[in-house]
Protein backbone atom coordinates (compact mmCIF):
# COMPACT_ATOMS: atom_id res chain seq x y z
CA UNK A 1 0.00 0.00 0.00
CA UNK A 2 1.43 3.33 -0.93
CA UNK A 3 2.04 6.03 2.40
CA UNK A 4 -0.07 8.86 2.15
CA UNK A 5 1.51 12.26 0.69
CA UNK A 6 -0.08 14.18 3.48
CA UNK A 7 -1.21 13.61 7.19
CA UNK A 8 -2.77 16.98 8.48
CA UNK A 9 -2.21 17.58 12.24
CA UNK A 10 -2.08 20.20 15.06
CA UNK A 11 0.75 21.04 17.33
CA UNK A 12 -0.77 22.80 20.26
CA UNK A 13 1.94 24.41 22.81
CA UNK A 14 0.04 24.75 26.68
CA UNK A 15 2.70 27.59 27.55
CA UNK A 16 1.04 29.60 25.17
CA UNK A 17 -2.73 29.32 25.25
CA UNK A 18 -4.43 31.09 28.16
CA UNK A 19 -7.79 29.91 27.81
CA UNK A 20 -8.97 32.87 26.51
CA UNK A 21 -11.55 30.20 24.06
CA UNK A 22 -11.08 32.45 20.89
CA UNK A 23 -10.28 29.10 19.30
CA UNK A 24 -14.05 27.67 20.59
CA UNK A 25 -16.44 31.05 19.57
CA UNK A 26 -13.80 30.77 15.93
CA UNK A 27 -15.03 27.11 15.07
CA UNK A 28 -18.64 27.26 16.50
CA UNK A 29 -18.99 30.30 13.96
CA UNK A 30 -16.82 29.00 10.98
CA UNK A 31 -18.94 25.35 11.35
CA UNK A 32 -22.28 26.77 13.22
CA UNK A 33 -21.49 24.43 15.94
CA UNK A 34 -25.20 23.43 17.45
CA UNK A 35 -25.84 25.28 21.15
CA UNK A 36 -24.17 23.74 23.44
CA UNK A 37 -22.50 21.53 21.43
CA UNK A 38 -18.29 22.46 20.93
CA UNK A 39 -16.00 20.66 18.41
CA UNK A 40 -13.14 21.89 20.12
CA UNK A 41 -13.02 23.42 23.92
CA UNK A 42 -10.67 24.05 26.57
CA UNK A 43 -10.30 22.21 29.94
CA UNK A 44 -9.19 24.68 32.45
CA UNK A 45 -7.79 23.75 35.98
CA UNK A 46 -5.46 24.68 38.37
CA UNK A 47 -2.08 22.88 39.41
CA UNK A 48 0.23 22.67 41.92
CA UNK A 49 3.71 23.68 39.84
CA UNK A 50 6.44 23.02 42.44
CA UNK A 51 3.86 24.56 45.16
CA UNK A 52 3.44 27.60 42.62
CA UNK A 53 -0.33 27.18 41.80
CA UNK A 54 -0.99 28.14 38.25
CA UNK A 55 -3.63 27.77 35.81
CA UNK A 56 -3.60 24.92 33.48
CA UNK A 57 -4.95 25.47 29.68
CA UNK A 58 -5.30 22.42 27.79
CA UNK A 59 -7.76 22.62 24.36
CA UNK A 60 -9.05 19.71 23.10
CA UNK A 61 -10.70 18.20 20.30
CA UNK A 62 -10.76 14.95 17.55
CA UNK A 63 -7.61 13.79 17.11
CA UNK A 64 -7.78 12.68 14.02
CA UNK A 65 -6.13 9.29 14.67
CA UNK A 66 -3.87 7.27 12.53
CA UNK A 67 -5.72 3.66 13.57
CA UNK A 68 -9.48 5.53 14.55
CA UNK A 69 -11.31 3.17 16.41
CA UNK A 70 -14.41 5.06 14.73
CA UNK A 71 -13.63 4.55 11.43
CA UNK A 72 -13.06 0.84 12.24
CA UNK A 73 -16.88 0.00 14.07
CA UNK A 74 -18.78 2.47 12.04
CA UNK A 75 -21.46 -0.23 9.59
CA UNK A 76 -22.31 2.21 7.46
CA UNK A 77 -18.94 3.78 6.38
CA UNK A 78 -20.03 7.25 7.65
CA UNK A 79 -17.15 7.79 9.72
CA UNK A 80 -14.45 7.37 7.20
CA UNK A 81 -10.32 8.88 7.02
CA UNK A 82 -9.30 10.47 3.94
CA UNK A 83 -6.33 10.12 2.22
CA UNK A 84 -4.90 13.42 4.05
CA UNK A 85 -5.47 11.66 7.17
CA UNK A 86 -8.74 13.71 8.80
CA UNK A 87 -11.66 11.97 9.88
CA UNK A 88 -14.90 12.96 8.54
CA UNK A 89 -18.34 11.98 9.23
CA UNK A 90 -20.55 11.59 6.13
CA UNK A 91 -24.53 12.62 7.82
CA UNK A 92 -26.17 11.39 5.17
CA UNK A 93 -24.70 7.76 5.70
CA UNK A 94 -24.83 8.24 9.79
CA UNK A 95 -27.83 6.21 11.02
CA UNK A 96 -27.56 7.57 14.62
CA UNK A 97 -26.03 4.39 15.81
CA UNK A 98 -23.38 5.50 18.08
CA UNK A 99 -21.12 3.28 17.73
CA UNK A 100 -17.96 5.54 16.75
CA UNK A 101 -19.32 7.93 20.21
CA UNK A 102 -18.54 4.70 22.00
CA UNK A 103 -15.68 3.68 20.63
CA UNK A 104 -13.75 7.07 20.50
CA UNK A 105 -11.36 6.94 23.38
CA UNK A 106 -11.36 10.88 23.43
CA UNK A 107 -15.26 11.66 23.74
CA UNK A 108 -15.33 14.15 21.40
CA UNK A 109 -17.99 13.22 18.91
CA UNK A 110 -21.98 14.13 19.86
CA UNK A 111 -24.96 13.51 18.67
CA UNK A 112 -27.47 16.24 16.87
CA UNK A 113 -31.12 16.15 17.06
CA UNK A 114 -31.62 14.24 14.18
CA UNK A 115 -29.10 11.48 14.90
CA UNK A 116 -26.13 12.64 13.14
CA UNK A 117 -22.78 12.56 14.51
CA UNK A 118 -20.66 15.50 14.26
CA UNK A 119 -17.20 16.78 15.28
CA UNK A 120 -14.00 18.69 14.85
CA UNK A 121 -12.93 18.41 11.00
CA UNK A 122 -10.01 20.52 11.18
CA UNK A 123 -12.17 22.59 8.94
CA UNK A 124 -11.69 20.73 6.16
CA UNK A 125 -13.28 22.94 3.70
CA UNK A 126 -10.77 25.73 5.18
CA UNK A 127 -7.57 23.59 4.72
CA UNK A 128 -8.30 22.23 1.08
CA UNK A 129 -8.46 25.65 -0.16
CA UNK A 130 -5.55 26.38 1.45
CA UNK A 131 -6.56 28.40 4.75
CA UNK A 132 -5.89 27.63 8.28
CA UNK A 133 -8.99 25.77 10.59
CA UNK A 134 -10.82 28.23 12.36
CA UNK A 135 -8.84 27.62 15.57
CA UNK A 136 -5.68 28.33 14.88
CA UNK A 137 -6.70 30.97 12.91
CA UNK A 138 -8.55 32.74 15.83
CA UNK A 139 -5.65 32.06 18.56
CA UNK A 140 -4.40 35.32 19.66
CA UNK A 141 -1.16 33.61 21.21
CA UNK A 142 -0.24 31.50 18.33
CA UNK A 143 -0.31 28.39 20.44
CA UNK A 144 -1.72 26.13 17.66
CA UNK A 145 0.24 25.28 14.72
CA UNK A 146 -1.30 23.14 11.82
CA UNK A 147 -0.40 21.57 8.53
CA UNK A 148 1.00 18.49 6.46
CA UNK A 149 3.56 17.13 8.72
CA UNK A 150 4.51 14.35 5.83
CA UNK A 151 5.72 17.80 4.66
CA UNK A 152 9.48 18.56 5.90
CA UNK A 153 9.50 21.70 5.17
CA UNK A 154 5.80 22.59 6.79
CA UNK A 155 5.77 24.98 10.10
CA UNK A 156 4.34 21.94 12.28
CA UNK A 157 6.73 19.20 10.75
CA UNK A 158 9.71 21.52 11.58
CA UNK A 159 8.35 22.32 14.89
CA UNK A 160 7.89 17.92 16.00
CA UNK A 161 11.61 17.84 14.58
CA UNK A 162 12.95 21.02 16.77
CA UNK A 163 11.37 19.60 20.27
CA UNK A 164 9.53 16.37 21.66
CA UNK A 165 5.67 16.78 21.83
CA UNK A 166 3.00 14.34 23.13
CA UNK A 167 -0.56 13.44 22.23
CA UNK A 168 -3.36 12.25 24.67
CA UNK A 169 -3.14 8.68 26.00
CA UNK A 170 -0.64 7.73 23.31
CA UNK A 171 -0.45 4.78 25.11
CA UNK A 172 -3.61 3.34 22.84
CA UNK A 173 -1.60 3.22 19.82
CA UNK A 174 -3.92 5.22 17.65
CA UNK A 175 -1.54 7.37 16.53
CA UNK A 176 -3.31 10.51 17.08
CA UNK A 177 -2.49 13.72 14.92
CA UNK A 178 -3.20 16.10 17.47
CA UNK A 179 0.47 16.83 19.75
CA UNK A 180 1.11 19.06 22.39
CA UNK A 181 4.16 20.92 24.17
CA UNK A 182 4.05 20.25 27.61
CA UNK A 183 1.57 17.54 27.81
CA UNK A 184 3.48 15.16 30.38
CA UNK A 185 4.59 17.82 32.37
CA UNK A 186 0.84 19.21 32.63
CA UNK A 187 -0.49 16.16 33.36
CA UNK A 188 2.39 15.20 35.96
CA UNK A 189 1.04 18.26 38.05
CA UNK A 190 -1.53 17.80 41.16
CA UNK A 191 -4.50 19.42 39.99
CA UNK A 192 -6.10 21.58 43.01
CA UNK A 193 -9.16 23.13 41.58
CA UNK A 194 -12.50 22.07 39.73
CA UNK A 195 -12.00 21.46 36.31
CA UNK A 196 -13.94 23.57 33.49
CA UNK A 197 -14.91 22.04 30.23
CA UNK A 198 -15.15 25.33 27.72
CA UNK A 199 -16.02 27.47 30.97
CA UNK A 200 -18.71 24.51 32.18
CA UNK A 201 -17.73 22.53 35.49
CA UNK A 202 -16.92 19.26 34.18
CA UNK A 203 -14.98 17.68 37.54
CA UNK A 204 -15.44 18.49 40.65
CA UNK A 205 -12.17 19.28 42.76
CA UNK A 206 -13.30 16.68 45.50
CA UNK A 207 -13.23 14.04 42.50
CA UNK A 208 -9.63 14.80 41.35
CA UNK A 209 -8.66 14.10 44.78
CA UNK A 210 -10.46 10.67 45.35
Known amino acids: MTAPTKRYGMLIDLALCI ?68 VMVNADACIGCKYCMAACPYQVRYQLDGGEVEKCTFCHHRITEGLMPACVATCVTKARIFGDMNDPNSDIARALAAHSAEGI ?42
Request: proline fraction near 5%.
Open 19 to 86: GCNACVVGCKQENAVARRRFNTWIESFDVDDAGRIRRANVPKQCNHCEDAPCVRVCPTGASLKLDDGV
Open 169 to 210: DEDLGLGPAVRYYGLAETQSMPVVSTVHHGGNVYRLYREEQS
